[in-house]
């Protein structure tokens, strides 16, 4: 299966900061990712769908200002969670959906972020 | 109300052994069922991917099958490794590419 990357696998921070979290198709070309959160013995919560060259759509509840995404290329998507607080520690996943294979989505390792 | 419900929540299982993890889902207009499984600390992997033509696709000792009629999936694990302890997530796809995800089935296999 194709191979997406993300970057860093850990992130510890402190509150009020501001944090880049990096998603990268290797081997596709994606024109859309997708950016989920995890809290822990929970299923994975789609945050927004991030549209290369465009804005990004967010779910209902997901705060715009506060995880600020941008896809910039087809291989590279990021996610700022900005001025982060303990309620923002969670496992960060992105996706990426691969149109030459029937819009297969390949999934990230995760970011664990916490914030202190 | 979660669109997909899986069951059990968890369970414990022998190596060696088999076990069934159940998938039942509302997703309409249905496009595919996907199972995955995630490792802690991991993104997800796919297993088995299945339209709606679909009844029955395996992937090594992983068997998926799909009653499209009942809304049912069931992921089957045969003579079960302790590398297979994980959470097993259902994801139904609708027609225009959104995902729903279940809750996820946390499997312990033991020595």
């Known amino acids: 299966g194709a191979v997406v990357s993300q970057h860093p696998s850990w992130v510890i921070c402190k509150s009020g900061t501001s944090v880049k979290i990096e998603c990268r198709s290797l081997?596709?070309?994606?024109?859309?990712m997708f950016w989920y959160r995890q809290f822990p013995k929970q299923s994975l919560m789609l945050m927004a769908t991030?549209?290369?060259?465009?804005?990004?759509?967010?779910e209902q509840g997901v705060e715009k200002d506060k995880f600020l995404i941008n896809h910039a290329s087809l291989t590279l998507s990021t996610l700022t969670v900005t001025s982060a607080h303990p309620e923002d520690s969670s496992f960060y996943i992105c996706?990426?959906?691969?149109?030459?294979?029937?819009?297969?989505?390949?999934f990230g390792p995760g970011t664990r972020l916490t914030v202190l | 109300k979660n669109q997909v419900e899986q069951s059990p929540q968890s369970l414990i299982i022998l190596e060696g052994k088999n076990c069934t993890l159940q998938?039942?889902?509302?997703?309409?207009?249905?496009?595919?069922l996907r199972w995955y499984k995630q490792d802690t600390g991991r993104g997800p992997v796919s297993l088995t991917i299945?339209?709606?033509?679909?009844n029955t696709k395996s992937n090594g000792r992983y068997t998926a099958t799909l009653d499209a009629d009942t809304k049912q999936s069931s992921l089957h694990i045969t003579a079960s490794q302790l590398s297979d302890s994980a959470s097993y997530i259902c994801?139904?796809?609708?027609?225009?590419?959104?995902?729903?995800f279940g809750a996820g089935t946390q499997v312990v296999v033991t020595p």
């Open positions: 996706s990426a959906r691969d149109s030459s294979k029937y819009n297969e989505q390949f």
């Open positions: 081997d596709f070309q994606a024109t859309t």
């Open positions: 991030s549209n290369e060259g465009s804005k990004a759509t967010y």
């Open positions: 998938c039942n889902y509302t997703v309409s207009p249905f496009s595919n």
């Open positions: 299945m339209t709606f033509s679909e």
């Open positions: 994801v139904v796809s609708v027609s225009w590419g959104k995902f729903q």
